[in-house]
């Protein structure tokens, strides 16, 4: 290699290793927290809770109201509302409990309410939303139909694996699993694993006589000492690794 060569390959490197530190600054100061909201202004953000830059979508934040330690991935949307400015009255829309964790680019897309418990974690492109198109008038667009809107409860524990879609309607127990892929509507029950397009209970817990049918394999549990905060640094740590 020329002396030349040498000096272009050592300025490709210094500029890319400045892009990337440059972009690892700006990520980190355009994060939302309750303390740096930047412009936007939630009707509840919780201590230790934080959205990653660069966002989706967000508005209606007024009648969004999420806890403590939840952490979103970049690229997440959210909203509350068909458009921004659009007043949905005094209540909340959408909910978020505590130690949640939102996987990048997911949409939670609120109209009527959509209520997500304590920690509920999902995988990356989740899509929860409370409303649908209608198409009950077979002469007109479906487009141009009112939409039909019902609750979204998720409950407490739940874990929804990648590109899992809610629809309105669906509700979900306590400590459920959706599997990756899946498309949910109805009742789910505590304690269930549901999967497929329909997704439909596909191992469910007993009490009396454990898992139906058995878990092929026990995982070991968290290593103890170990916080929700230290995961939701592994996640994003992985997740920033995998998109570089």
């Known amino acids: 290699m020329s002396m030349a060569q040498a000096l272009r ?23 939302i927290t309750a303390d740096r909201p930047g412009l936007l202004r939630f009707g509840a953000l919780g201590s230790g809770s934080k959205f990653a830059f660069p966002t989706g979508t967000i508005f209606g934040e007024r009648w969004i109201h999420i806890g403590e330690e ?28 505590d130690r949640c964790t939102i996987g990048r680019g997911s949409h939670i897309v609120g109209h009527h309410s959509i209520a997500i418990g304590d920690d509920v974690w999902t995988g ?59 498309v949910v509507r109805g009742t789910v029950p505590d304690h ?33 000492g170990v916080t929700h905060e230290q995961l939701v640094a592994l996640i994003e740590q992985w997740e920033n690794h995998a998109a570089d």
């Open 9 to 31: 390959a050592h300025g490709r490197r210094a500029v890319s290793r400045t892009l990337h530190r440059g972009w690892d600054a700006v990520r980190k100061a355009g994060a």
């Open 192 to 224: 269930s694993v549901v999967a497929g397009v329909p997704a439909k209970v596909v191992r469910r817990y007993d009490p009396a006589t454990g898992w139906d049918p058995p878990l092929r394999n026990i995982p070991s549990g968290i290593p103890d």
């Open 124 to 182: 990356p492109y989740v899509y929860i939303t409370d409303q649908n198109h209608s198409y009950a008038d077979p002469d007109q667009p479906i487009g141009k139909q009112w939409p039909v809107n019902d609750t979204v409860v998720i409950g407490d524990g739940s874990w929804l694996g990648a590109g899992a879609i809610i629809l309105p309607g669906a509700r979900l127990g306590r400590n459920v699993v959706v599997a990756a892929g899946s």
């Open 70 to 97: 939840t952490g979103f991935g970049d690229h997440v949307s959210l909203s509350a509302g068909l458009a921004p400015g659009h007043d949905l009255g005094s209540r909340p829309i959408v909910t978020i409990g």
